[in-house]
């Protein structure tokens, strides 16, 4: 992967049920992941993000896909949210023709605990693999979320020309997200990169499996551009 030189990162969400062994015959319905109440008939929601990160990737052969998402909850077990993520992707053949093989720029980074982590352990995995830092950072999600991820770009220093934010869509309950919203701005702004309890307190929580990330050996990030 050392030839890739633009990131598109999908931020992950919820995971497949442990007694899994690989993608149900139908994702988008509930029954095959691990949902908390406020994220029951999402699924459909979260395949259009997968869906438009395929989307990205085909459309820029210089890039590389990370799903971006730890294993979150103890209900899912083996399933990280990349993983799971990337299942759906394989199961719909990444809506793509078989001669164009989007897969092998496909990357997992199972450690992301929120959507700060999303993005700077996005940038790790990428530099992992390719030995440096893109020249370009597109992240696809929630159109809601797009102040949020500004900020995390702002955190990172990674400069406004060179990183895309693409809205897949937006909940049922916009209006109720963008309450929940509000309260996960102010906690960002407040502590952008959450060391500190409220956000810290978060990522314990998801957590359950006491994992350590691996990217100790990356040097500080860099996104220039050029």
Known sequence: MKNYE?????AGHAAFRDELTACPDDPSQDEGWVLQSFQQGEPPY?????RKGAELLAEDPSSMLVFSGGRTRKE?????EAASYAAVAEHFGYWSKPSERLSARVALEEHARDSSQNVEYGLYRFYQLTGRYPRHVTVAGWGFKAERFDLHRKALAIPTAS???VSANDPADKAG???????ALEQFRADPFGAQ?????????????????????CPPIRVSGS
């Open 163 to 165: 990183f895309t934010y």
């Open 197 to 217: 309890p409220p956000l810290a307190s978060k990522r314990d929580e998801r957590n359950p499996f006491h994992e350590t990330p691996s990217y100790d050996a």
């Open 177 to 183: 997200a963008m309450r929940g919203e509000a309260h």
């Open 46 to 50: 979260y395949i259009e993000h997968i």
């Open 6 to 10: 633009n990131l598109i990162i999908v």
């Open 76 to 80: 899912a077990g083996h399933w990280s």
